[in-house]
C-alpha cells in the first residue's frame, strides 16, 4: 500500500506551543510553499493561539465557586497541600524492585539483603546485594520479608 505521507515533511513548534507542519514532495516544492506561505502561516497561527488564549476557561475561588452552586463551603481540615513523599528504600534491578530480605544464615548469622524477583533458576537473574553490618544501611534497612 503506498504511503500518503509526503516524502518531506518538517514541523515548526512556535513559542506558545502549537506545532505547525509544511510537506512537499520534492526539496523545490518545499522551499516554494515556505517562500509563499510563511506570512500566512505566521498569521494563522497568531490568530488562533490568541483565540484560544481568549477562551481559556477562567480559574474561580472557592468562594466563587459556592456562589454559584448556592450552597458553602467547610473547611474539615482534612485535605493537605503539601505533597506526601514516601523515601525510597531498596534497589532495582533490570528485573524489577529486589526484595528486601533480612534472615539468619546456617551458620547463625543475621543476613539483609536484596534479592531479585526473576524465578530462581532464571539464567538472567541477577545476584544478590547484601548489606554490610555496621553501615547506614544496616541500621535503616526494612525488610519485605522476615526467613
Same mark, same amino acid.
Given at each position: !500500500? +503506498?504511503?500518503?505521507? $509526503?516524502?518531506?515533511?518538517?514541523?515548526? /513548534?512556535?513559542?506558545?506551543?502549537?506545532?505547525?507542519?509544511?510537506?512537499?514532495?520534492?526539496?523545490?516544492?518545499?522551499?516554494?510553499?515556505?517562500?509563499?506561505?510563511?506570512? +500566512?502561516?505566521?498569521? #494563522?497561527?497568531?490568530?488562533?493561539?490568541?483565540?484560544? /488564549?481568549?477562551? +481559556?476557561?477562567?480559574? !474561580?475561588?472557592? #468562594?466563587?465557586?459556592? $456562589?454559584?452552586?448556592?450552597?458553602?463551603?467547610?473547611?474539615?481540615?482534612?485535605?493537605?497541600?503539601?505533597?506526601? %513523599?514516601?523515601?525510597?528504600?531498596? /534497589?532495582? =534491578?533490570?528485573?524489577?524492585? !529486589?526484595?528486601?530480605?533480612?534472615?539468619?544464615?546456617?551458620?547463625?548469622?543475621?543476613? *539483609?539483603?536484596?534479592?531479585?524477583?526473576?524465578?530462581?533458576?532464571?539464567?538472567?537473574? =541477577? *545476584?544478590? $546485594?547484601?548489606? /554490610?553490618?555496621?553501615?547506614?544501611?544496616?541500621?535503616?534497612?526494612?525488610?519485605?520479608? %522476615?526467613?
Amino acid at each position: !500500500m +503506498a504511503s500518503t505521507e $509526503a516524502p518531506i515533511s518538517i514541523t515548526v /513548534k512556535t513559542t506558545a506551543g502549537s506545532l505547525v507542519t509544511v510537506r512537499a514532495e520534492h526539496g523545490d516544492e518545499l522551499d516554494q510553499l515556505v517562500a509563499t506561505a510563511l506570512e +500566512a502561516i505566521k498569521a #494563522a497561527v497568531t490568530e488562533l493561539e490568541s483565540a484560544i /488564549k481568549a477562551t +481559556a476557561p477562567a480559574v !474561580m475561588a472557592p #468562594a466563587q465557586v459556592a $456562589a454559584a452552586l448556592s450552597t458553602s463551603i467547610v473547611d474539615t481540615g482534612g485535605w493537605s497541600s503539601a505533597p506526601v %513523599v514516601q523515601p525510597f528504600s531498596g /534497589k532495582n =534491578c533490570p528485573h524489577g524492585k !529486589m526484595t528486601a530480605i533480612q534472615g539468619t544464615g546456617k551458620d547463625g548469622s543475621t543476613y *539483609r539483603g536484596y534479592f531479585c524477583p526473576a524465578q530462581k533458576g532464571a539464567i538472567d537473574k =541477577c *545476584r544478590n $546485594a547484601y548489606v /554490610k553490618v555496621g553501615t547506614p544501611d544496616w541500621n535503616t534497612f526494612v525488610a519485605d520479608q %522476615v526467613k
